[in-house]
């Protein structure tokens, strides 16, 4: 596959989990944008941060003419490709649900990469759409094998922010969430 950008590099494209657990270490890490996706808590979690009885909800990138996700391109050394790519199959795919592609992002260096981006199947079983509320009972009150639905949501919350991403839907869900678990 040719997830390359200029010269020899592979580039992945992290808008979820991959922004504080990439599982590597990248070369270069910049904040780039990508066209006509937003990220959604549109897929169910079965494994990871849910369970098929009361599954959770990850974020996938869903395809929406005009939207813009921001997230960052992560850079993979060419002696770390291989490796990467192997272990983010096995991360990603571990359902049929995400449908490995490779994606033109717009960097705010103003270069232009092509990267490796896990998409949602809108065919799949564990594709879904609710609204934020429903999102936020949900994730609320989930957890799976890597842990409570609510830690993977605040993570990412957190990580958008200190990278200075502004998304008014993660951050409604973070305080609604918040206010479902309280004691």
């Not at 960097?107 to 564990?126: F, K, N, S």
């Not at 919350?157 to 951050?171: F, N, P, Q, Y």
């Amino acid at each position: 596959m040719g997830m390359t950008g200029k010269g020899s590099f592979m580039w992945v494209f992290g808008y979820g989990s991959l922004l504080w657990n990439p599982g590597f270490t990248p070369v270069r890490r910049v904040t780039a944008r990508l066209p006509d996706y937003h990220r959604s808590f549109c897929m169910l979690s079965i494994h990871h941060r849910g369970t098929p009885d009361h599954p959770g909800l990850v974020l996938a990138l869903d395809h929406q003419p005009g939207g813009q996700c921001t997230g960052v391109a992560f850079q993979v050394a060419p002696q770390d490709q291989d490796e990467v790519l192997a272990m983010l199959r096995e991360r990603e795919l571990v359902s049929s649900a995400y449908v490995e592609q490779e994606v033109p992002l717009i960097c705010d260096t103003g270069d232009q990469v092509t990267a490796l981006a896990y998409v949602v199947d809108r065919t799949h079983i564990q594709y879904c759409q609710f609204d934020l509320e429903q999102q936020a009972q949900m994730i609320a009150h989930a957890t799976g094998g890597r842990g409570p639905n609510t830690e993977y949501l605040y993570n990412t919350v957190t990580h958008l922010a200190e990278i200075g991403i502004k998304d008014a839907d993660m951050a409604w869900l973070a305080d609604r969430v918040r206010a479902l678990t309280a004691t």
